[in-house]
């Protein structure tokens, strides 16, 4: 996984960071955009966001944000997710 990998990404799906500055797009965390992306992307989105780091990676980022206390999934995205990471990944 490259960095650029995620911003590319990142820039495709601006209208989901619209609280993020032009100039701090470089600076969004992975964990914010796997966060941002499972939650309000679409189909393709979360495709190339699988594909550019993997689907164990993202599993990883996934199940470390839903087992904290706070979670800011909705819960049909956290469900679905849940399934598919279990079974894929």
Known sequence: MKKNDIYQIIRENRS???SVGEANLKH???ELAVETILS????????????A??????????FKQTSRKRCNYPPRTRHYFSLYFRKYA
Do not use: R
Not at 54 to 62: E, N, P, S, Y
């Open 16 to 18: 989901l960071f619209w």
């Open 28 to 30: 969004i965390s992975v």
């Open 40 to 51: 309000y992307g679409d189909e393709k989105s979360v495709k190339a966001l699988l594909s």
């Open 53 to 62: 780091l993997g689907t164990k990676k993202v599993a990883a980022i996934f």
